[in-house]
């Protein structure tokens, strides 16, 4: 066996000292203890934050939504609607870990009721007859800016009924024959068109009362723009009333949401009251709250009562937009204006307000209809 001389080993251990000594000096990356400790959170944080990205809390409800809408060929005959299944979703952008600060916007809230509250609109709504879906269908698609237009103008249609709209969203415009696409029909569908037949059957126009379904809709394509609107619109809000009488009441307490470009609501109010003759749509849905609201304005958050009457009219509509009608005549109380929320990504694990996002809440609570009338007369 061969057997290194005094100098050799020497020399190999001299060069082992220095390699191990470099190891030491090439793993000593941290500047102090304080350093290390802080680089050791740093390496959770990371790893804290990939769970964050995959973790997200989503509400999810069932519930169903209007698929096909045939229209009858005749007046003795009901429309043929057909329904779908269908999934209310979104996602609230906390998880477990940062629900506490992440979402201030969203309250919340108990899943339960929310879930015996939409199957019983899907009940309500499916229980309906043709002329009500019908009426009630209108809404969801700009049959809303002709009767707001109609009651803060003080009941009165003053110029061509398809041009309402332009001037508070020019690029709207509030067409009476809607494309069959829209409503999924299988053809065109006239807005009001159950109160048109109900005018015009009150005319003295007899001939009227001889013509099918199919002649009476072409009548009317060809000529309701000389039709008398204020009569037909006074028909449409007794409808409307008439669906909420039937609409089931609350048993609990809801939460809902609305994006506006301005806080008319305070604005109009008077001493904390604000009072809104139109209907008015909310959502479930925060998100498609904001996504309504202006730059600097603003999202209210309402909160509806026990045994309020409010309709789950995302059945019905077109768009998946989560959307709630409200009444005619809804009395708000400003329980807290123009705040603001800092709103953050889901991914973040501590609140920095260098990376959130501002948004100016106002609070609101309905008040019940007894509530009111008893403030009234005590005024």
Not at 330 to 338: E, L
């Amino acid at each position: 066996m061969y057997k290194l001389s005094k100098n050799i080993q020497k020399s190999l251990l001299k060069k082992l000292y220095n390699t191990r000594t470099k190891i030491k000096i090439d793993n000593d990356i941290y500047l102090d203890k304080e350093h290390e400790k802080l680089c050791e959170y740093y390496n959770k944080y990371i790893e804290l934050s990939k769970k964050f990205s995959s973790s997200k809390t989503i509400k999810e409800y069932k519930s169903i939504k209007i698929d096909k809408h045939l229209l009858s060929d005749s007046h003795d005959e009901d429309d043929k609607i057909i329904y779908k299944e269908h999934k209310i979703t979104f996602d609230l952008l906390y998880n477990e870990y940062n629900k506490k600060f992440i979402n201030r916007i969203f309250v919340l809230h108990n899943d339960l009721y929310y879930n015996e509250w939409i199957n019983e609109q899907n009940k309500f709504i499916k229980n309906l007859n043709s002329k009500d879906i019908y009426t009630l269908r209108c809404h969801t698609h700009d049959a809303n800016l002709i009767i707001n237009y109609f009651i803060n103008n003080n009941l009165n249609i003053d110029k061509d009924i398809d041009q309402i709209g332009m001037d508070s969203e020019p690029y709207r415009k509030s067409e009476i024959v809607v494309s069959k696409k829209i409503f999924n029909s299988n053809r065109d569908y006239i807005l009001f068109y159950y109160q048109i037949k109900e005018y015009l059957y009150n005319s003295d126009n007899k001939s009227l009362l001889k013509l099918n379904r199919l002649e009476l809709e072409d009548y009317i394509i060809n000529n309701y723009h000389n039709f008398n609107w204020n009569d037909i619109l006074l028909l449409y809000i007794r409808d409307i009333n008439n669906i909420f009488d039937k609409c089931p009441l609350l048993k609990n307490t809801l939460i809902l949401y609305r994006g506006v470009y301005d806080d008319y609501y305070n604005k109009n109010s008077i001493k904390g009251y604000h009072l809104s003759k139109t209907l008015n749509s909310f959502t479930l849905n925060y998100k498609t709250a904001i996504t309504y609201g202006g730059i600097n304005c603003c999202v209210m958050r309402v909160k509806i009562p026990i045994s309020y009457k409010i309709i789950l009219i995302d059945i019905l509509s077109p768009y998946n937009e989560e959307e709630v009608l409200l009444p005619f005549n809804t009395r708000y109380y400003i329980d807290y204006p123009r705040h603001i929320i800092n709103y953050y990504r889901n991914t973040e694990i501590c609140p920095d307000t260098n990376k959130s996002k501002k948004i100016m809440v106002s609070d609101l609570s309905v008040i019940s209809k007894s509530k009111s009338k008893s403030k009234s007369k005590s005024q």
